[in-house]
T-cell receptor, first 112, second 110 residues
């Protein structure tokens, strides 16, 4: 079954802790993205990667970090520096510039 | 600045009524525009893109460069159209990444 898999689906974190969200794709896509979805604000880009071992900051990268060591994987770490981490996080991928972007099912992160 | 604006947070219509979800954009080059839809408990998925000039599930959208708009239209709304709709923009120098609007929740009542 091809597609984008995000895990975990639901995650609770204590304040001050880092947490890593997993994103794996088997679509052989070069580009991968992380978006944050908040009510009334749409989707905002956190980080994106157009090729392995390379990534760029999006509009709201502060408090987040990523890595792209493998083509199929693009994990997102939400650090303790992120002031308002409770949100719905969406991972996406696309084949090349201009191609359709496909989304994962998302991960709900709640900081308690 | 590159921006996508969807002025309506919620649009409520009755079944069979026409529906228009508004989208305006700000971009200095030649953008590619998309509409994405998120049905309840499902992942965000592409509905249509302006370069395809196609109709999906009865929806159409025309890019109006003069008005910088890409409104989504359907002549007769169905209950199953109820969902969250996002307008998005991709530019030639964006590396494929999308800029999204705030989203419009469409509610179609019986």
């Amino acid at each position: 079954d091809g597609g984008i898999t995000q895990s975990p689906k639901y995650l609770f974190r204590k304040e001050g802790q880092n947490v890593t969200l997993s994103c794996e794709q088997n679509l052989n896509h070069d580009a991968m993205y992380w978006y944050r979805q908040d009510p009334g604000q749409g989707l905002r880009l956190i980080y994106y990667s157009q090729i392995v071992n390379d990534f760029q900051k999006g509009d709201i990268a502060e408090g987040y970090s990523v890595s792209r060591e493998k083509k199929e994987s693009f994990p997102l770490t939400v650090t303790s520096a992120q002031k308002n981490p409770t949100a719905f996080y969406l991972c996406a991928s696309s084949g090349s510039q201009g191609n359709t972007i496909y989304f994962g099912e998302g991960s709900w992160l709640t900081v308690v | 600045a590159q921006r996508v604006t969807q002025p309506e947070k919620l649009l409520s219509v009755f079944k069979g009524a026409p529906v228009e979800l508004k989208c305006n954009y700000s971009y200095s080059g030649s953008p590619e525009l998309f509409w994405y839809v998120q049905y309840s408990r499902q992942r965000l998925q592409l509905l249509l893109r302006h370069i395809s000039r196609e109709s999906i599930k009865g929806f159409t959208a025309d890019l109006n460069k003069g008005e910088t708009s890409f409104h989504l239209k359907k002549p007769f709304a169905q209950e199953e159209d109820s969902a969250m709709y996002y307008c998005a923009l991709s530019g030639g120098n964006q590396g494929g990444k999308l800029i999204f609007g705030q989203g419009t929740e469409l509610s179609v009542k019986p």
